[in-house]
């Protein structure tokens, strides 16, 4: 007998439940094949700009980061897609309104010019082009030292997604870009600031025992004028001169 | 005809996890005191261990699509998902209670019998990591206890990390074996 059977049952409840509604996905997934979300997807990419609708993002958020492992999990060396060159650990996973599930990852530089750690996000389901070309990208990294060096402790990079591409000299801009990187431990907030008070505040992710530092990232649309990232303390101070961002970001 | 689940290794239990609800509530029971017995340990509370624990076996249900068996037992896998909900509670100052949302689960009723069944399990890890063989033993508590990197732990016990991941997983095992019953 075990000692909460209560607890027993309610699991046992919830992983019925869960079959149930996986049948009901799959059968939902048959009429989207058919044709029925078509017109749902056209009618967001017209009038839906840059983020997806406010359904789509509490629906992402209510099934959390899917195919993403847990953190602390390592991907040993030479497995996972692409195969990793080292033993990589995923130290924060997640969800943003247009790329899905991200899933960030760190691992020891081996074999490039700059010493330290790499960060890596990969974006697990990356969503296709307006025109239905799939992304071939799904993630993006850098590798050096854990800080900037006018910022210790404090690195920052963008993926844009899709990525950028240009087709016959049309300029596909991304729908979204995830601001990532690492704040030192006793960041509380991450914040990024813009021209017409624009300000998006979130708490760092939590690394696995024994990581150094917390994580981030963060969803922007591009086209946003003059952007900056920082990091606060615990008394609301910045941490840091800040970090400007990047085009698309930055590009107006 | 009724599944023996005693007889299911925990990797197919996971497996098939996804389809028959009976092979998650017989993974639960398998490693329910384990679960509770490392918060137990740290927290020393039965009834925030219970919560905890709760919390930990409805993130794991969750994370099943996910799970790839890799060079980690299944319990390793799920003693991590516990170090990070016990790290989450802890930053949050509060139990956390997310996974258990999204599953629709109630709150759980700790009753007194449930607490003392609990604070009978106080002590007993400790018992069995200590009769363990010298190689488990170190292994399991330089992994689950000190909660230290397998790269680490090879270095200082000089062997290389494949061995370390064996003692650990047979550590673990032996250790599940003995808690079946209670003591």
């Known amino acids: ?252 | 005809m009724e599944t023996d689940w005693r007889r299911v290794s925990d990797d197919e239990l996971l497996r098939r996890a996804r389809r028959e609800p009976d092979a998650f509530a017989a993974f639960y029971s398998r490693h329910e005191r384990l679960v509770l017995g490392f918060f137990l340990g740290r927290v020393g509370d039965a009834e925030v261990a219970a919560d905890l624990a709760a919390e930990t076996f409805a993130a794991a249900l969750s994370a099943i699509p996910r799970f790839r068996r890799r060079r980690e037992p299944p319990t390793a896998w799920l003693l991590g998902i516990a170090r990070n909900i016990l790290a989450m509670s802890r930053r949050r100052g509060r139990v956390e209670a997310r996974a258990r949302r999204r599953l629709g689960m109630p709150r759980l009723a700790i009753t007194d019998e449930v607490v003392e069944r609990i604070e009978g399990l106080e002590g007993t890890a400790l018992e069995l990591l200590g009769g363990l063989p010298p190689g488990a033993r170190e292994a399991v508590k330089a992994r689950v206890v000190d909660e230290r990197a397998y790269p680490e732990i090879a270095r200082d016990l000089r062997c290389s990390e494949a061995v370390v991941r064996k003692r650990v997983s047979r550590g673990l095992k032996a250790m599940r074996d003995q808690m079946k019953e209670p003591k």
């Not at chain 1, 390592?74 to 497995?79: A, C, L, R």
């Not at chain 1, 993630?139 to 087709?167: D, H, I, M, W, Y």
């Not at chain 1, 615990?234 to 840091?240: E, L, V």
Request: proline share 10%.
């Open chain 1, 1 to 252: 007998m075990t000692l909460i059977p209560e607890l027993e049952a309610q699991l046992e409840d919830a992983a019925a439940r869960r079959r149930r509604r996986a049948r009901r996905r799959a059968v939902a997934s048959l009429a989207t094949a058919a044709g029925a979300a078509v017109l749902v997807s056209s009618l967001l990419l017209v009038g839906g700009g840059d983020e997806r609708g406010r359904g789509d993002r509490q629906a992402a958020q209510e099934r959390g980061p899917e195919g993403a492992l847990p953190v602390g999990t390592v991907i040993p060396k030479g497995e996972g897609t692409p195969p990793r060159e080292a033993d990589s650990t995923v130290v924060a996973t997640g969800t943003t309104p247009f790329a899905g599930a991200w899933q960030l990852e760190t691992s020891r530089n081996v074999g490039g010019p700059t010493p330290g750690r790499c960060l890596w996000i990969s974006v697990l389901d990356p969503p296709a082009y307006e025109d239905g070309t799939p992304d071939p990208s799904g993630g993006s990294g850098f590798c050096g030292e854990l800080g900037f060096r006018k910022t210790p402790g404090f690195t920052r990079a963008q993926k844009n997604v899709p990525t950028l591409r240009k087709v016959r000299g049309r300029l596909f801009l991304p729908k979204e870009v995830l601001v990532y990187g690492r704040v030192p431990e006793r960041a509380r907030r991450v914040v990024v600031t813009g021209k017409g008070g624009l300000r998006i505040d979130v708490e760092p992710h939590e690394g696995p025992k024994g990581m150094r530092g917390d994580f981030f990232v963060i969803p922007v649309r591009p086209r946003l004028g003059q952007a900056r990232i920082n990091w606060l303390d615990a008394d609301g101070r910045p941490g840091s001169r800040g970090i400007a961002l990047q085009p698309p970001v930055t590009s107006s």
